[in-house]
């Protein structure tokens, strides 16, 4: 059974950090693109960043350059996303996805979890 659990949400400052974690299990993880996307309230979910099977290529949107970092590990099977210098405009759900490089029909989706940046 594919699973993919989002861990290490939570409530911080604005110039806060965070460091979201997403554990899979189920498929073979480093065989997989790994993502984290977000969805504001009231939004269409986004691409925040994007990291390739191997080698380990990254890409980030716009809005999370220099301040967001992608990493995995794949004895682990853990996918990171390293969040500083958090503005209140990335309070969002989070999501961690698992893309397979070839065949795009295994596609999965963790359950999100919440970031809020507020004072």
């Known amino acids: 059974q594919v699973q993919l659990v989002e861990s290490g949400g939570g409530l911080v400052q604005p110039g806060g950090s965070l460091r979201l974690s997403c554990a899979a299990s189920g498929f073979t993880f480093s065989s997989y693109v790994m993502a984290w996307y977000r969805q504001p309230p009231g939004k269409e979910r986004e691409l925040v960043a994007s990291i390739s099977n191997t080698p380990s290529n990254t890409h980030y949107a716009d809005s999370v350059k220099g301040r967001f970092t992608i990493s995995r590990d794949n004895a682990k099977n853990t996918v990171y996303l390293q969040m500083n210098s958090l503005k209140p405009e990335d309070t969002a759900v989070y999501y961690c996805?698992?893309?397979?490089?070839?065949?795009?029909?295994?596609?999965?989706w963790g359950q999100g979890t919440q970031v809020t940046v507020s004072s």
């Open positions: 996805k698992a893309v397979h490089p070839v065949l795009r029909e295994y596609t999965y």
